[in-house]
């Protein structure tokens, strides 16, 4: 695993666990200035879910991912409903990734936009990723780009975003409603055919969908050769060339699957 904030001195705010069956990234996402609605911010939430989702995986591994994933987005919510504004849209949301080995089979759950890239012995590399935040926000990209970063349009545009969030015709994220986990994209494969996996916040798969430095099968040789920090790397060398404001970015890659 590898796990790296955004710039030096900025809290994390992504969240990455594994346990002998499972894997789990939480890429957490919050709006500067949203403090008023949570007073425990966008890193809280995103390590509080991971947690309680990996516990959840080792407690009831015959649970279905979607009901364990609704289940600690319930767990979380209960843990600050009390003092927080869980309701209000800019308050504090995650994407999820989950591999979790059963019996025989992969099986994987993703919900928002990071990626789960499962390798296959045959053939090419099996990418998962919900692509409806990616389609939606690219509406409100040159309205965001017109204005100061961090002002107050700035934000007042990215609460109009984050107000498709968990809705109809929206896109759906962990947040307060167990609900949204019924919306995550799911399936299994049999782990025979499987060389690896990875799971990618959506800071770490710039290297692919934004930089286009290489493709998704030249991302798990770099993995299986050097390791996730040299993909972050090769972000952070491209975010700064290009003048791209950094991302916090977390990979955690799998291996030995069939031993498991």
Not at 61 to 69: E, F, G, T
Not at 178 to 197: K, N, V, W, Y
Not at 198 to 217: C, E, K, Y
């Amino acid at each position: 695993m590898a796990s790296v904030a955004a710039r030096p001195g900025r809290t994390n705010e992504d969240f990455t666990g594994a346990m002998p069956t499972a894997a789990v990234l939480v890429d957490g996402a919050g709006i500067p200035g949203a403090e008023s609605t949570c007073r425990h911010g966008v890193a809280w939430y995103a390590t509080r879910l991971g947690g309680s989702l990996l516990g959840l995986l080792a407690r009831l591994p015959d649970r279905s991912l979607p009901a364990l994933l609704a289940e600690a987005i319930e767990q979380v919510t209960d843990d600050h409903q009390d003092t927080c504004d869980v309701a209000d849209p800019i308050s504090p949301s995650a994407t999820v990734a989950v591999l979790r080995l059963s019996g025989g089979l992969v099986e994987y759950l993703v919900l928002g936009d990071s990626f789960l890239v499962l390798g296959r012995a045959d053939g090419a590399p099996l990418v998962v990723s919900d692509p409806r935040e990616v389609i939606i926000s690219r509406s409100y990209l040159p309205a965001l780009a017109a204005v100061p970063e961090g002002g107050d349009e700035y934000r007042r545009i990215l609460q109009d975003l984050r107000a498709n969030r968990n809705r109809a015709g929206g896109f759906w994220v962990a947040k307060d409603d167990p609900q949204a986990a019924d919306e995550a994209i799911t399936g299994s494969c049999p782990i025979s055919e499987l060389t690896g996996a990875a799971l990618l916040s959506n800071g770490a798969s710039r290297i692919v969908d934004r930089f286009q430095l290489t493709d998704w099968p030249g991302v798990l040789a770099v993995l299986a050769s050097s390791g996730p920090a040299e993909i972050i790397h090769q972000v952070r060398q491209a975010e700064a060339r290009h003048g791209v404001a950094a991302d916090d970015a977390t990979i955690a890659h799998c291996t030995g699957l069939g031993a498991a």
